[in-house]
């Protein structure tokens, strides 16, 4: 059974850091790929980063340059490290896996960004 247990969200000020975590019931050598996506209110579910094997990562435009993903092999847990956080990055953050083309879902963590 496939579990994905995020964590590490909260209120932030603008400009501020989290990080937040995705916890899975495998070891992360079984997905590929693995990433995050957000939800802000009225908005559509959007790719925020995607780690592939190979560790070859993708990022939002919009994120660019401020979060990065990374995987702990050993602790089997997906991180986005997010620096100089924005008002608009406010959203669910959710965690993401694929496992023989089947994708998987996490609960979600809110992230709040004040101004």
């Known amino acids: 059974q496939v579990q994905l247990v995020e964590s590490g969200g909260g209120l932030v000020q603008a400009g501020g850091s989290l990080r937040l975590s995705c916890a899975a019931s495998?070891?992360?050598?079984?997905?590929?790929?693995m990433g995050w996506y957000r939800q802000a209110p009225g908005k559509q579910r959007e790719l925020v980063a995607v780690i592939r094997s190979g560790s070859i990562t993708n990022y939002a435009d919009s994120v660019k340059g401020r979060f990065t993903i990374s995987r702990d092999y050993a602790k089997n847990t997906v991180y986005l490290q997010m620096n100089s956080l924005k008002p608009e990055d406010t959203a669910v953050y959710y965690c993401?896996?694929?496992?023989?083309?089947?994708?998987?879902w996490g609960q979600g963590t809110q992230v709040t960004v004040s101004s």
């Open positions: 993401y896996a694929e496992l023989l083309g089947r994708a998987y």
């Open positions: 495998r070891s992360v050598f079984s997905y590929n790929p």
